[in-house]
Nanobody, 112 residues
Framework: QVELVEAGGGLVQAGGSLRLSCAAS????????MGWFRQAPGKERKFVSG????????DYADSVKGRFTISRDNAKRTVYLQLNSLKPEDTAVYYC?????WGQGTQVTVSS
């Protein structure tokens, strides 16, 4: 059974920063790529960022390039998403993903 547990969300003012984490259990963490998605109220879930097994390759949605940074620590079985220069439009529930498994989500709210 794979379990993904996100943490680090919260309320922040525009221009602020947050660091999200996703701790994985249940299978060999380093064997899989990981991703972050987000879902704003009334909208579909969308890709934010992804990272390959080793952490050597990353990908970002255009809307977050230059502001968000994804990383992973395979020894800690954790993937991170650093959110900088946050904007109100970044407000959403952020989900961690590994293949066909999802975490429960963590709320990020950015006030103007």
């Amino acid at each position: 059974q794979v379990e993904l547990v996100e943490a680090g969300g919260g309320l922040v003012q525009a221009g602020g920063s947050l660091r999200l984490s996703c701790a994985a259990s249940g299978r060999t963490f380093s064997s899989y790529g990981m991703g972050w998605f987000r879902q704003a109220p009334g909208k579909e879930r969308k890709f934010v960022s992804g990272i390959n097994r080793s952490g050597g390759n990353t990908d970002y949605a255009d809307s977050v390039k230059g502001r968000f940074t994804i990383s992973r620590d395979n020894a800690k079985r954790t993937v991170y998403l650093q959110l900088n220069s946050l904007k109100p439009e970044d407000t959403a529930v952020y989900y961690c993903n590994s293949v066909d498994h999802w975490g429960q989500g963590t709320q990020v709210t950015v006030s103007s």
